[in-house]
C-alpha cells in the first residue's frame, strides 16, 4: 500500500526511477515537504487504517449506528467556486461509509469537511444573506469555514454521536483551552487528532515573543508560560511546545496524549521523520488500541518502502527482521520485569502500560503472543477464569481439554496472572 500515492501528486517528496543495473535511483526534492502534503499523507493514512477499524469497534458494541468525521484540518484549493479538491476528498470518505455498510454490523461514517477559510469577497446580496450552517440531516456536507466559526454548530448537530475531530490548533486563528475544552467535554466516544506543523509552531513562538497579545493567546492556549523558557535551539524548542500542549490538555483524558510522528522515506534504505506532530487523545483503549496498530503498521511500511529496489535490498530485509526479532524478546523480558515489579494481575492493564510507553512500536497480536509464549514457558502463570456451572458442564474437563488449547488463550478481565510461581502469590489471589 503506497500511501504517497494522495490527491496531489504534484509535490511528491520522493520518487525513484530504476536503475541501469536495477539500482534505485532515488530522487530527492529539493524543499521540505509543504504543509499541503503533510496534512495529505495524514488524512489519509487514517482514513485507510484507524478509522475504519474504530469505526468496526463502535458498531461491535451494537449502540451506535453512525459516526462522524469533522475533518478541520483544511482542503488547499477548495473555495466557493472550486469545489473539486473537496468532492475529492467526500467520494473517497463516501468509498470507507460504503466499505463499512458491508459489514457484519453495519455503520455510517457522516463527514464535515472544512476548507478552513472563508470567502473574502461577498456581494452585497450574500452579505446580507444569513450564513450557511451544517445541516442537522445526515449527509456529508463541505463547510468554508474555519472550525473555530462553525464549531458550536457542528458540535450541537453531533450531540449523541461519536465523531472523530481533525483540527490544526494553530491556524488559521490561535485556538484557547476553552475553544479545546468545548471540544473535550463530549461525553460520547469522541477521538482527537490534533495537528502540529513544525513550521507553524515556530512561527506562533517567534510572534509570542516579539508582540504582547499573541503571548497572551499562546499562554491561554498552554495555560502556562513556560514557552517563553524553552531552550531556543531550534528541536528543543519545538519539542518543549509539543510536551507542553499535551500536558496542557492531558487532565480531560485518563491517559497522557500520545504524541505521533510519522516518518518519512528520505534515500536508499533510510527513513526520517517528517517536521510534524499528531496528537492522539482518547479515552477508548479499543481506540488505543486500533491507533497503536495502526502507526505500528505505517512506519514498518515506510522501512519496508525504502529498501525496495536497493542494492542488497535482501540483505537490509533481513536485517529488520532480525532487528524486530530481537525487539519483541525484549519486550517479552519488559512484560515479565513490569508484571513483577508492579503486580499487574490483568493482562489488558499491563499490555495497555506497556503500549503506553512504547506507543507504535509492537502491535496488539505481538503483545499478546509474547504472553502467550511466557505463560507456555511457566514464566507466568494465568488463573482462568471459572465459567457457571451450567456452562461448565457443556465444556470438557481440565483433564480432557488440552493444556496447549489453554494456553494459547489470550488472558482477558476476568482471568488473573500469577507473576509468583512457586504458588504463595496463587494462593493469595484465591
Not at 244 to 269: C, D, E, V, Y
Not at 397 to 415: A, F, L, M, Y
Request: proline share 7%; charged share 20%.
Amino acid at each position: 500500500m503506497d500511501l504517497w500515492k494522495i490527491n496531489d501528486t504534484s509535490e511528491q517528496v520522493a520518487t525513484t526511477t530504476p536503475g541501469a543495473q536495477g539500482q534505485g535511483k532515488h530522487k530527492r526534492s529539493p524543499q521540505r515537504p509543504t504543509e499541503r502534503t503533510m496534512g495529505s499523507l495524514v488524512r489519509v493514512w487514517l482514513q485507510l487504517d484507524y478509522i475504519p477499524t474504530y469505526c468496526v469497534l463502535l458498531a461491535a458494541s451494537r449502540i451506535f449506528r453512525r459516526c462522524y468525521l469533522i475533518d478541520a484540518l483544511g482542503i488547499p484549493g477548495a473555495n466557493q467556486t472550486n469545489h473539486q479538491p473537496g468532492l475529492t476528498l467526500q467520494h473517497t470518505i463516501n468509498q470507507r461509509t460504503q466499505q463499512l455498510l458491508t459489514e457484519q454490523a453495519p455503520i455510517t461514517l457522516h463527514s464535515f469537511l472544512l476548507t478552513g477559510s472563508e470567502s473574502k469577497r461577498k456581494t452585497p446580496q450574500s452579505s446580507a444573506a444569513p450564513e450557511k450552517k451544517p445541516s442537522t440531516a445526515h449527509t456529508d456536507e463541505i463547510i468554508h469555514a474555519p472550525w473555530l466559526t462553525v464549531a458550536p454548530e457542528i458540535l450541537h448537530t453531533i450531540e449523541q454521536s461519536p465523531a472523530i475531530f481533525l483540527l490544526n490548533p494553530l491556524t488559521p486563528r490561535l485556538f484557547t483551552h476553552d475553544d479545546l475544552q468545548a471540544l473535550f467535554q463530549r461525553t460520547v466516544p469522541s477521538e482527537y487528532g490534533l495537528l502540529l506543523f513544525h513550521k507553524q509552531i515556530e512561527q506562533c513562538l517567534q510572534i509570542a515573543h516579539k508582540r504582547p497579545e499573541q503571548a497572551t493567546a499562546l499562554t491561554a492556549l498552554l495555560r502556562s508560560d513556560r514557552w517563553k523558557g524553552l531552550d531556543p535551539s531550534k528541536a528543543k524548542e519545538i519539542n518543549g511546545f509539543v510536551t507542553l500542549f499535551a500536558k496542557a490538555i492531558q487532565r480531560h483524558f485518563p491517559w497522557s496524549p500520545q504524541q505521533i510522528s510519522l516518518t518519512m522515506q528520505n534515500g536508499p534504505a533510510s527513513v526520517a521523520p517528517l517536521p510534524m506532530t499528531l496528537i492522539f487523545a482518547t479515552r477508548r483503549p479499543d481506540s488505543l488500541l486500533s491507533m497503536n496498530d495502526a502507526l505500528c503498521r505505517y512506519q514498518r511500511s515506510i522501512v519496508q518502502a525504502s529498501f525496495r529496489g536497493v542494492l542488497s535490498e535482501e540483505w537490509f530485509i533481513e536485517q529488520e527482521q532480525k532487528r524486530q526479532t530481537s525487539a519483541l524478546q525484549q519486550l517479552a523480558q519488559q512484560l515479565q520485569q513490569q508484571g513483577k515489579l508492579r503486580k499487574i494481575r490483568r493482562w489488558p492493564e499491563l499490555r495497555q502500560y506497556s503500549l503506553l510507553h512504547a506507543f507504535g512500536q509492537f502491535t496488539q497480536a505481538e503483545y499478546d503472543n509474547c504472553m502467550q509464549q511466557l505463560i507456555a514457558q511457566k514464566q507466568v502463570n494465568c488463573l482462568w477464569h471459572q465459567l457457571p456451572q451450567y456452562q461448565r458442564q457443556q465444556q470438557p474437563t481440565t483433564e480432557q481439554q488440552p493444556q496447549p488449547k489453554q494456553e494459547s488463550r489470550v488472558p482477558g478481565n476476568e482471568d488473573t496472572l500469577i507473576w509468583d510461581v512457586s504458588g504463595r502469590d496463587r494462593r493469595r489471589a484465591r
